[in-house]
């Protein structure tokens, strides 16, 4: 896993009862704690290096535009995780999220379409043949998914960190 960088869609988290989200935070080396009481998530607990085994898994989130809408609470907790993980004093090999922080770049890896708007920009250029090349898609996709995102408040315009993100990506899921 050294180096590993993935893109997640985060989408379904209604449908799976926030399996994605579990599944983000593991691969970052991060367990959430939770109130038994009121079934929520209150904090997060880093796992330590000497226990995750691995290096920490730079992951690149794509939200919808439901997932935007219906849990703003998760997109702000992913980005406080991502954050806190650029904080913590460990080797920068095993921790992609320091050696972005050192490099001074942004630690945005939270993307998704503007605000109000829904879908990756996919399927209207496909349903209306409106592509010519493989390079259509994607100049779609990335013009489409170029937010990024803290919480659902105010999101930047991140066009060239998302590119950046884009091109360190191994591995996609969902």
């Known amino acids: 896993l050294r180096n590993l960088a993935i893109s997640l869609w985060a989408t ?33 607990e ?7 085994d691995r290096p920490r898994v730079d992951i690149l989130i794509r939200i919808s535009g439901l997932f935007r809408d219906s849990f703003p609470q998760l997109i702000e907790l992913l980005y406080i995780a991502q954050n806190t993980l650029s904080k913590l004093d460990e080797d920068k090999d095993l921790n992609p999220y320091i050696k972005s922080d ?3 770049t942004n630690n945005s890896r939270i993307f998704g379409s503007a605000p109000g708007s829904y879908g990756a920009g996919l399927q209207e250029i496909i349903s209306s043949s409106a592509w010519d090349s493989k390079e259509d898609l994607v100049k779609s996709y990335i013009n489409w998914s170029k937010w990024s995102y803290k919480s659902d408040a105010n999101p930047t315009l991140n066009k060239s960190e998302l590119q950046s993100q884009l091109n360190k990506i191994q591995v996609v899921i969902q």
């Open 12 to 44: 379904s988290t209604m449908r799976n009862g926030g399996e994605d989200i579990s599944q983000i935070l593991a691969l970052m080396g991060i367990q959430p704690v939770w109130d038994y009481a009121t079934k929520r998530v209150i904090d997060l």
């Open 46 to 52: 880093i796992i330590p290096l000497s226990i995750l």
């Open 102 to 104: 050192l490099n001074g």
